[in-house]
């Protein structure tokens, strides 16, 4: 990290968001400061933000000059898998074969420690640089792969999710990734727990891969565990494909639906955030917007795996809380905006299905709330990250609008900030990181 002195105040155009935009872009949802000011405390944390004519003098500091960038709120990623860093790009089929080829075997290599460090600290540092302070990771069922990664994330101050991988049943659990039994399992889920949740800035996740691969004993267990720890979270992946979905009607032939599984293990509540859930209907978005789970959006994985479009429009308007997941490997960029850039595509393509008179799009403002707050709501972290709110943890990013020549010369030609913050968000990726904070401090990045 640099050696920048707190507190201190940053100076540049500031915009954050204070809840959901929705498809209108309401104006009260959002702060836009133009030639705005962050002052960040000695304890790392947001004292204010605003203009910066109206700065308080109580929040004066060393003054660090951003002005001509774009100060945001950190990247929050919502799903994605450290355990396939080695294996991203790796040509896609179906979903269970392109687990079996390719996810599986890389996985096995975490069993060694120092493996796990080695791609634990590459994958959080390539985070960095592409502007993601937070994230909800999955490691692998290796125990050695939680401690690399947890340890990596304490060293960097970075606030992040996760947990061991619970994994029983075969085939969908391959001999060499099976946990043992439930009753180790479930100890070393609670040495973890003991070992790593609170620990600084770091969250423990039940983390049941799906719902396929988990024994009903090992999904009890899970859900004994997410209600006997409170402030534990819980992640899991739902209806990632049709063929996958298939497969769970016909093992769990009491469930109305893919959800519906979930529901009846008691693994849905406001802790609990499902990756993709590609294929679900009103029923099952109702079910989630009363119990408070969240879905992660990971529109790249979704159209490399050819799983389908989401419904986001939907989702939201049944009131479930939404992130953004990059969910690589299977996605094919770790970088938030070109993830945003693909989830705009995603959205066009499935309100195209539907009547004229009903169809949204993804706007940029909607689309950097789900990047930044939208993602700390659905992780059930938002009293601690996503904002610039007073006593907020100062994780943030700066955007450069010249970070390329085509993005500089659309941005130029910008006739409102909805228009630049619309090109960011389709030609921007990692080049338009120009800088990473966490709490406060600037993070040195490969970039």
Not at 84 to 98: C, H, K, V
Not at 173 to 198: K, M
Not at 201 to 209: E, S
């Amino acid at each position: 990290m640099a050696e920048d002195t707190l507190p201190a105040v940053y100076r540049g155009t500031v915009l954050h968001f204070l809840r959901d935009p929705g498809a209108d872009d309401d104006p009260d949802a959002w702060e836009l400061f133009e030639d705005g000011a962050l002052a960040v405390g000695a304890d790392g944390r947001v004292r204010w933000a605003g203009d910066w004519s109206a700065l308080p003098e109580q929040h004066r500091g060393e003054v660090v000059d951003h002005r001509g960038k774009l100060i945001v709120p950190g990247f929050v990623d919502t799903h994605i898998h450290y355990s396939q860093y080695d294996m991203i790009a790796s040509f896609g089929a179906r979903l269970e074969d392109w687990l079996q080829e390719y996810v599986f075997p890389t996985e096995r290599k975490f069993a060694d420690p120092d493996y796990a460090d080695r791609i634990a600290g590459l994958f959080l540092d390539t985070l960095l640089t592409c502007g993601t302070t937070t994230a909800s990771v999955y490691p692998t069922v290796h125990p050695t792969s939680v401690d690399a990664f947890f340890a990596q994330a304490r060293q960097r101050g970075m606030r992040m999710t996760s947990g061991k991988v619970l994994m029983d049943k075969q085939p969908d659990a391959p001999d060499f990734l099976s946990d043992a039994g439930v009753p180790q399992t479930e100890e070393q889920t609670r040495q973890l727990i003991a070992r790593w949740h609170r620990n600084d800035r770091l969250t423990y996740a039940i983390t049941p891969r799906f719902a396929l691969s988990s024994s009903d004993e090992q999904l009890a267990m899970a859900s004994r565990l997410l209600h006997e720890f409170p402030d534990v979270t819980l992640q899991t992946h739902a209806a990632e494909s049709r063929p996958e979905t298939a497969s769970v009607l016909a093992r769990f032939t009491d469930a109305r639906s893919y959800l519906d599984v979930y529901d009846q293990a008691g693994l849905l509540g406001p802790r609990s955030t499902l990756g993709h859930c590609v294929h679900i209907d009103d029923q099952d978005r109702s079910r989630l917007a009363t119990t408070g789970a969240a879905i992660a959006f990971c529109p790249t994985s979704n159209l490399f795996l050819g799983s389908g479009l989401f419904d986001l429009a939907a989702a939201r308007d049944a009131g479930v809380r939404v992130g953004l997941g990059t969910d690589c490997g299977a996605g094919t960029s770790y970088s938030m905006l070109r993830t945003l850039n693909e989830a705009y595509k995603v959205v066009m393509l499935k309100e195209s299905t539907k009547p004229p008179h009903r169809r949204t799009t993804l706007s940029a403002l909607r689309g950097f709330y789900l990047a930044t707050l939208g993602g700390a709501e659905a992780l059930h972290l938002d009293n601690h990250i996503g904002n610039f709110r007073p006593g907020k943890e100062a994780d943030f990013i700066v955007l450069d609008w010249t970070a390329t020549p085509t993005l500089a010369h659309r941005t130029a030609l910008a006739r409102t900030f909805q228009e630049r913050l619309f090109a960011q968000m389709i030609l921007g990726d990692d080049r338009s990181i120009a800088a990473t904070y966490l709490m406060g401090r600037r993070v040195r990045t490969p970039n």
